[in-house]
């Protein structure tokens, strides 16, 4: 079973940049295929990237050559670099995973992220 934490969300301006962080206790982190999720107000929570275990990433159109996915399994966390942020990807950011893609256990708190001049 895996705990996850998200930190690292705040308030940036249009253009800018955060750096998310997902830590996770557990015993089996390594065999996890994990994602980064957001939900914005009055929307569905959506898949915005996923890590395989051997590192191999996905992306949502919407972010694609803007975020990057990465995950150090020594330290048991994983990332979200987003860059050139738009006011739309306003949302409280989330990440999960599980066995096989897609698979999720229970959410946390996520993370506010707010672009905004």
């Known amino acids: 079973q895996v705990q996850l934490v998200e930190s690292g969300g705040g308030l940036v301006q249009p253009g800018g940049s955060l750096r998310l962080s997902c830590a996770a206790s557990?015993?089996?982190?390594?065999?996890?295929?994990m994602g980064w999720y957001r939900q914005a107000p009055g929307k569905q929570r959506e898949l915005v990237a996923s890590i395989t275990t051997g590192g191999r990433s996905n992306y949502a159109d919407s972010v694609k050559g803007r975020f990057t996915i990465s995950r150090d399994n020594a330290k048991k966390t994983v990332y979200l670099q987003m860059n050139s942020l738009k006011p739309e990807d306003t949302a409280v950011y989330y990440c999960?995973?599980?066995?096989?893609?897609?698979?999720?256990?229970?959410w946390g708190q996520g993370t506010q992220v707010t672009v905004s001049s």
């Open positions: 999960n995973g599980g066995l096989v893609q897609g698979s999720v256990g229970s």
């Open positions: 557990g015993s089996i982190f390594s065999l996890y295929v």
